[in-house]
């Protein structure tokens, strides 16, 4: 597993050392230098000219400001900003076998994490595009392994605060991961609490206190790019949806559709607490699938995740996803879709949903109710480690 997640994080990196990646490698250059100028905290109150609005948590600025010094030791800065999402995806492929293990068979756990390694969109967004998407990905997917596979609550804690410092989108995910943390009695809810609290105040608190209305502004409320080439608003479109409906869904109207995943995430860990890990994936996968938004980076949310569900769903979406994001970076823009990318995208959707829905029933299956209890009372949320249990989550 090892070798083939090092060999998946090498032709991420000879893709990255190689090709000149889409616009955003440009845009987070221009970041980068701004941050080094203004500074990791200040960078959210100041105009960028030529730049779009600096959306980005505070960890992020972080790791700019890290990249940029190591740009000055002669590192090409294309390559610097690809790093972290491929080595991101070496640590998920690793992440993916171990959760899986622990609930089928090692073969099984193998596929998936082999899956995770060479899966085509994630090469794609990863090696080619970059940002931090799959960053905050593996931190979700590790919280939820921490808290229930390895009984290690405050270090699951930090890795929740971690995924939503480096890019806000695993803020869907953390009614089901306090949920859990609740659940499995007062000492573990205050150790992830403490490690959650912590961490955010580490690395939010300097900003939240000194430019908190520029922060909610670019980062809280940030809503996406107006391109309407994925999901609901492509339907919206494709159906003849007034024009002010199709606004107002990409407007205010998201903030009920990211409620919508936090409520569907929560519900599902209420259930299945021991099942953590899918119910992240799923959300995850929701978050996409009603997403409003439109980038080939946002195919990340749910490569990994869908590997966690089974193995056939991680690689019907990472084939497929990975096609639509080979040809549209092929494009003359990554946000400019052709037709052909257009189709190949509604047809993942139709993918997605499909597979979250298979996901969602494996969730839910078996007997109904809530795990036994100890005797002292707390419900433990740790997986058991059979090698074939008869309601087991992936395939």
Same mark, same amino acid.
């Given at each position: 597993?090892?070798?083939?997640?090092?060999?998946?994080?090498?032709?991420?990196?000879?893709?990255?050392?190689?090709?000149?990646?889409?616009?955003?490698?440009?845009?987070?250059?221009?970041?980068?230098?701004?941050?080094?100028?203004?500074?990791?905290?200040?960078?959210?109150?100041?105009?960028?000219?030529?730049?779009?609005?600096?959306?980005?948590?505070?960890?992020?600025?972080?790791?700019?400001?890290?990249?940029?010094?190591?740009?000055?030791?002669?590192?090409?800065?294309?390559?610097?900003?690809?790093?972290?999402?491929?080595?991101?995806?070496?640590?998920?492929?690793?992440?993916?076998?171990?959760?899986?293990?622990?609930?089928?068979?090692?073969?099984?756990?193998?596929?998936?994490?082999?899956?995770?390694?060479?899966?085509?969109?994630?090469?794609?967004?990863?090696?080619?595009?970059?940002?931090?998407?799959?960053?905050?990905?593996?931190?979700?997917? &590790?919280? @939820?392994? %921490?808290?229930?596979? #390895?009984? *290690?609550? !405050?270090? +699951?804690? /930090? $890795?929740?605060?971690?995924?939503?410092?480096?890019?806000?989108?695993?803020?869907?995910?953390?009614?089901?991961?306090?949920?859990?943390?609740?659940?499995?009695?007062?000492?573990?809810?205050?150790?992830?609490?403490?490690?959650?609290?912590?961490?955010?105040?580490?690395?939010?608190?300097?900003?939240?206190?000194?430019?908190?209305?520029?922060?909610?502004?670019?980062?809280?409320?940030?809503?996406?790019?107006?391109?309407?080439?994925?999901?609901?608003?492509?339907?919206?479109?494709?159906?003849?949806?007034?024009?002010?409906?199709?606004?107002?869904?990409?407007?205010?109207?998201?903030?009920?559709?990211?409620?919508?995943?936090?409520? &569907?995430? @929560?519900? %599902?860990?209420?259930? #299945?607490? *021991?099942? !953590?890990? +899918?119910? /992240? $994936?799923?959300?995850?996968?929701?978050?996409?699938?009603?997403?409003?938004?439109?980038?080939?980076?946002?195919?990340?949310?749910?490569?990994?995740?869908?590997?966690?569900?089974?193995?056939?769903?991680?690689?019907?979406?990472?084939?497929?996803?990975?096609?639509?994001?080979?040809?549209?970076?092929?494009?003359?823009?990554?946000?400019?879709?052709?037709?052909?990318?257009?189709?190949?995208?509604?047809?993942?959707?139709?993918?997605?949903?499909?597979?979250?829905?298979?996901?969602?029933?494996?969730?839910?299956?078996?007997?109904?109710?809530?795990?036994?209890?100890?005797?002292?009372?707390?419900?433990?949320?740790?997986?058991?480690?059979?090698?074939?249990?008869?309601?087991?989550?992936?395939?």
């Amino acid at each position: 597993m090892l070798v083939v997640a090092a060999a998946g994080l090498l032709t991420r990196m000879l893709i990255a050392a190689n090709l000149p990646g889409p616009a955003d490698v440009r845009i987070f250059h221009g970041f980068a230098k701004a941050i080094m100028r203004h500074g990791p905290i200040r960078i959210y109150e100041q105009p960028l000219p030529g730049l779009p609005v600096y959306n980005h948590p505070p960890l992020a600025g972080w790791l700019l400001l890290g990249l940029n010094e190591l740009e000055e030791l002669g590192i090409p800065f294309g390559t610097l900003i690809r790093s972290p999402a491929s080595i991101a995806d070496f640590f998920c492929a690793l992440l993916v076998f171990e959760i899986v293990r622990r609930r089928r068979s090692v073969g099984t756990a193998l596929a998936c994490g082999i899956g995770v390694a060479v899966s085509p969109v994630l090469i794609a967004t990863s090696g080619y595009h970059g940002n931090t998407d799959a960053v905050a990905i593996t931190f979700a997917l &590790a919280a @939820a392994h %921490l808290l229930v596979d #390895r009984k *290690a609550p !405050l270090a +699951a804690g /930090v $890795a929740a605060a971690l995924s939503i410092s480096v890019k806000f989108i695993p803020v869907v995910v953390l009614p089901a991961l306090f949920l859990v943390a609740l659940r499995a009695g007062r000492p573990a809810l205050v150790r992830f609490c403490a490690g959650f609290a912590a961490l955010t105040a580490l690395v939010w608190g300097p900003v939240l206190m000194t430019v908190p209305q520029n922060l909610r502004e670019n980062v809280l409320e940030y809503a996406g790019g107006g391109h309407r080439l994925w999901g609901l608003v492509r339907f919206a479109e494709l159906f003849g949806l007034p024009e002010p409906a199709i606004a107002y869904i990409e407007g205010d109207g998201h903030f009920l559709f990211v409620l919508a995943c936090m409520a &569907a995430g @929560a519900w %599902l860990a209420l259930l #299945r607490p *021991a099942r !953590l890990p +899918a119910v /992240v $994936a799923v959300t995850m996968g929701l978050l996409l699938l009603l997403s409003t938004a439109s980038a080939l980076q946002y195919l990340t949310w749910a490569a990994a995740g869908l590997f966690v569900i089974g193995f056939w769903e991680g690689a019907a979406y990472g084939c497929l996803l990975g096609l639509t994001a080979v040809l549209g970076y092929q494009g003359r823009s990554a946000v400019r879709w052709s037709e052909t990318v257009l189709h190949l995208g509604e047809a993942g959707w139709v993918l997605l949903a499909a597979c979250l829905a298979v996901g969602i029933r494996k969730i839910l299956a078996g007997p109904p109710g809530t795990p036994p209890e100890n005797p002292d009372g707390r419900v433990p949320v740790t997986a058991p480690r059979t090698a074939r249990p008869a309601d087991s989550v992936v395939n």
